[in-house]
């Protein structure tokens, strides 16, 4: 089968295509043929080997993940013989949580792995994305137990997280206000945002408007200008910290009576269920800004590590 496989760490053109063995499923087992993956934020992380932390995780001196991509969309094409959740034709989309292997035409993944049969009324593109961004910003979102009327701010509204994160709040019945560039401001209104900050001509910590949530989704912004945006009791959730932001989270959510929200997320079957349940009823959708091909993969990569795509970029398969 063709795969992107990586060697070393370094620039998008580490990713090589190549002809590798086609995987076959052990008895608890689905084969799936991927017709979608994406290229994340976190595939470029693993790619670079940045944060440095990448390495003591992944391997030292090169990478022991052969094939990068965590998310797919696709077809089983075979099951193993314990297998009874799925069967052959199923349309299935999932996370392939640490093993990756998704820049690939096929994966096998456990039945009990992060796996569901797709929404029917998407395409395999936007499944493929969905449990990278929408279940980074369910998980905070569930987190912070975001409820009815709060006011909530959500900076980085138009990545991957932030259009997923826009959305859910506004599923729990929140008044979003939405941080972007001039740009993306008609996105961020089309996904739900009651109010648009344009980050260019306005900075949020200056204008006097306090939030119950602030949900920093691409830590641009320190933690101490912040909290001057925070309730007395808010809730602050930085998605994207690093280890000074965790550190200071965790000092801070200790000593006052205001939290912040950080960490590694894990993926699980029934939080992709629960987005397929709200794009069922029409409230979520994932939001594509590009689609390459698993060829165009260094390009994709490319354009993912500029920090500007809208939502998410997929990859044909
Ligand atoms: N905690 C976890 O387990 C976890 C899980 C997933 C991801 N993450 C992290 O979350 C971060 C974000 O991921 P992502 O995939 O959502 O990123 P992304 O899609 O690449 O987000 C970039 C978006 O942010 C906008 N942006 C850039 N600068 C901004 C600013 N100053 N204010 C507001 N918006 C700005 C960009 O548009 P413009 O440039 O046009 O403004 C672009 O639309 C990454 O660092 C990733 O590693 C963490």
Redesign the pocket.
Same mark, same amino acid.
């Given at each position: 089968m063709k795969a992107t496989v990586y060697n070393q760490y370094g620039l998008p053109d580490v990713l090589q295509l190549q002809e590798v063995v086609k995987p076959e499923p052990k008895e608890n087992e689905v084969l799936v043929r991927i017709k979608a993956t994406a290229v !994340?934020?976190?595939d470029v992380?693993l790619r670079k080997a940045d944060p440095f932390a990448v390495r003591l995780i992944f391997g030292l001196f090169k990478p022991k993940i052969g094939i990068l991509g965590s998310v797919f969309s696709g077809e089983v094409e075979n099951v193993g013989n314990q297998v009874k959740r799925f069967k052959i034709g199923d349309q299935v989309f999932g996370h392939t949580d640490m093993s990756f292997g998704a820049y690939a035409e096929y994966l096998c993944i456990s039945e009990e792995g992060t796996l569901a049969t797709k929404p029917a009324t998407i395409s395999h593109h936007e499944a493929a994305v969905i449990p990278?961004?929408g279940v980074?910003a369910l @998980?905070f979102i569930k987190k912070a137990r975001i409820r009815e009327n709060q006011k909530v701010l959500i /900076?980085?509204?138009?990545?991957? =997280?932030?259009s997923a994160a826009v959305q859910l709040a506004k599923s729990y019945g929140a008044i979003v206000t939405a =941080?972007?560039?001039t740009? !993306?401001m008609d996105l961020v209104k089309s996904i739900g945002a009651d109010n648009v900050i344009d980050?260019t001509k306005e900075d949020f910590t200056q204008n006097g408007e306090i939030y119950d949530l602030i949900f920093d989704? =691409?830590? #641009? =912004?320190s933690v101490s200008r912040s909290l001057k945006s925070l309730t007395k009791n808010g809730i602050m959730i930085l998605?994207?910290?690093e280890m000074l932001e965790m550190l200071q989270g965790f000092w801070f959510s200790m000593t006052s009576k205001r939290k912040i929200l #950080?960490? /590694?997320?894990s993926h699980s079957t029934r939080d992709i269920l629960f987005l397929k349940e709200l794009i069922e009823r029409g409230v979520y959708k994932p939001v594509l800004d590009r689609i390459y091909t698993l060829e165009q993969i260094v390009e994709a990569h490319a354009y993912?590590e500029k920090? @500007?795509?809208?939502? !998410?970029i997929a990859i044909s398969i």
């Amino acid at each position: 089968m063709k795969a992107t496989v990586y060697n070393q760490y370094g620039l998008p053109d580490v990713l090589q295509l190549q002809e590798v063995v086609k995987p076959e499923p052990k008895e608890n087992e689905v084969l799936v043929r991927i017709k979608a993956t994406a290229v !994340n934020s976190g595939d470029v992380r693993l790619r670079k080997a940045d944060p440095f932390a990448v390495r003591l995780i992944f391997g030292l001196f090169k990478p022991k993940i052969g094939i990068l991509g965590s998310v797919f969309s696709g077809e089983v094409e075979n099951v193993g013989n314990q297998v009874k959740r799925f069967k052959i034709g199923d349309q299935v989309f999932g996370h392939t949580d640490m093993s990756f292997g998704a820049y690939a035409e096929y994966l096998c993944i456990s039945e009990e792995g992060t796996l569901a049969t797709k929404p029917a009324t998407i395409s395999h593109h936007e499944a493929a994305v969905i449990p990278f961004g929408g279940v980074t910003a369910l @998980h905070f979102i569930k987190k912070a137990r975001i409820r009815e009327n709060q006011k909530v701010l959500i /900076v980085g509204a138009s990545g991957a =997280v932030g259009s997923a994160a826009v959305q859910l709040a506004k599923s729990y019945g929140a008044i979003v206000t939405a =941080v972007c560039s001039t740009a !993306n401001m008609d996105l961020v209104k089309s996904i739900g945002a009651d109010n648009v900050i344009d980050y260019t001509k306005e900075d949020f910590t200056q204008n006097g408007e306090i939030y119950d949530l602030i949900f920093d989704a =691409v830590n #641009t =912004v320190s933690v101490s200008r912040s909290l001057k945006s925070l309730t007395k009791n808010g809730i602050m959730i930085l998605s994207a910290a690093e280890m000074l932001e965790m550190l200071q989270g965790f000092w801070f959510s200790m000593t006052s009576k205001r939290k912040i929200l #950080t960490g /590694v997320i894990s993926h699980s079957t029934r939080d992709i269920l629960f987005l397929k349940e709200l794009i069922e009823r029409g409230v979520y959708k994932p939001v594509l800004d590009r689609i390459y091909t698993l060829e165009q993969i260094v390009e994709a990569h490319a354009y993912v590590e500029k920090g @500007h795509k809208k939502g !998410n970029i997929a990859i044909s398969i």
